[in-house]
């Protein structure tokens, strides 16, 4: 029998950015998130900057960082930054 799927925990930032995007663009995240309750490690793992170690996938114009902790069985959506803005930790 297959594990329950992933607990999704969105922090306060993540969701107030979240909210306050476009519906279609809200849609497609909720999409991508659905996927990763399947498969949390699907996505690549950003190996430097502010976000290392956590995993991300691309919405549109929109990067979204996640964590997946096995041990509590959740994945953690820590933030939504715009895909061509800089990394804070690259300016």
């Known amino acids: 029998m297959a594990p329950p799927p992933p607990r999704v925990v969105w922090t306060r930032e ?3 950015r979240f909210e306050g995007l476009p519906s ?10 659905t996927v990763i309750e399947t498969h949390p490690r699907m996505y690549q793992v950003e190996p430097g900057g502010r976000w290392a170690g956590l995993r991300r996938f691309r919405a549109h114009n929109w990067k979204v960082y ?4 096995e041990a509590e069985n959740k994945v953690y959506i820590e933030v939504l930054w715009p895909a061509r803005a800089a990394d804070p930790s690259e300016e």
């Open 66 to 69: 996640y964590a997946f902790w």
């Open 24 to 33: 279609a663009i809200r849609a497609e995240i909720l999409q991508k998130i």
């Open 14 to 16: 993540a969701r107030f």
